[in-house]
């Protein structure tokens, strides 16, 4: 006996997958990304065979067709019993309900995040951010934090096209973009943790403090920051980053760490810092050829 079925999917024709080892739930779009008979799981990152990736929902829905095929068959040789026993002394009626029995229909779930792996362009849904493709297994960490400036990029443009008079507005939207900036390359840095060397592994943020990054990294590897920009960018990126400091934890106001880190003795402590649209443009150029760096050596 041959049974068929079809897999219901969601609004954007994906259907639902559950890991075998970690249960985590995700969707794949059919007809996108590999033809592949083996699968990798989106948030723990086993690799194994398709067939284990089926939904308890999907279970229960073959399981239901499954009982009620049998039901069916059942319920036949029982009616050829029934007609053959007429003539005789017992005498039972078929429940006509094994003819069909329910079928366990579900639908998918809603996920946070849709996304497409650069790789081998399989489309995917995620409850998370970070993931491996389901399909070739790639991390998309790299892909994850090039779109995040990408979008900071665009929030510039538009910035430096705002046609508003508050200034004070102004600049906070300008201070947005340059502390998201070092956000999310401190971001790139939790997911890159387990790849660094012990001392910086160990670090909540590794990627906060650029100094300390390079100076660890030039010990324990061969990986140098300031080789890769040069001396003046490397300085002046650091700056930079101390800047996001004040500004994230001072209103912007000039600190004694600061001007010791800095060595900008010009400057007054409690002064505002005014962040320039070229800084940040400067910021998130420099950040993402660090990051790109730092992605492709630590694999
Ligand atoms: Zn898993
Ligand atoms: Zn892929």
């Given amino acids: 006996m041959e049974l068929q079925f079809e897999v219901f999917t969601d609004e954007n024709g994906m259907y639902g997958r559950e890991c075998p080892e970690c249960e985590g739930y995700f969707k794949v779009k059919g007809g996108t990304g590999l033809d592949s008979d083996l699968m990798t799981c989106p948030y723990c990152g086993i690799r194994s ?53 329910p079928l366990k229909h579900y639908s998918e779930q809603q996920l946070q995040t849709n996304t497409k792996c650069d790789k081998c362009e399989l489309e995917y849904a995620i409850f998370s951010v970070f993931s491996y493709c389901p399909d070739c ?41 340059f502390k998201n900036t070092v956000s999310k390359f401190d971001g790139l840095g939790k997911q890159l943790r387990d790849k660094l060397p012990t001392p910086l592994a160990k670090k909540r943020s590794p990627f906060q403090n650029l100094f ?12 140098d920051l300031e080789e890769l920009v040069g001396e003046d960018i490397f300085k002046e990126v650091i700056r930079l980053f101390q800047v996001r400091h004040i500004l994230e934890h001072n209103y912007g106001q000039i600190d004694e760490e ?42």
Wanted: proline share 0%; glycine share 6%; charged share 30%.
């Fill in 49 to 101: 065979s398709t067939d284990e990736f089926f939904t308890n929902a999907q279970v229960e829905y073959i399981q239901s067709i499954v009982v009620n095929e049998i039901g069916k068959l059942v319920h036949k040789s029982f009616k050829s019993l029934e007609r053959g026993n007429r003539k005789g002394f017992v005498t039972f009626k078929v429940n006509d309900r094994l003819k069909r029995l």
């Fill in 137 to 177: 297994g790639e991390s998309n960490t790299f892909q994850v934090f090039k779109k995040s400036l990408d979008s900071l990029k665009k929030q510039l443009e538009a910035y430096t096209n705002l046609e508003i008079e508050d200034k004070d507005f102004l600049q906070e939207v300008l201070e947005g973009i």
């Fill in 212 to 223: 300390i990054l390079n100076k660890e990294l030039t010990s324990h590897t061969d990986i």
């Fill in 258 to 299: 600061y001007i010791e880190k800095t060595g900008e003795g010009f400057r007054k402590i409690g002064e505002r810092y005014l962040v320039l649209v070229k800084e940040t443009s400067f910021l998130l150029d420099t950040t993402e050829r660090l990051g790109e760096y730092l992605y492709s050596q630590l694999q």
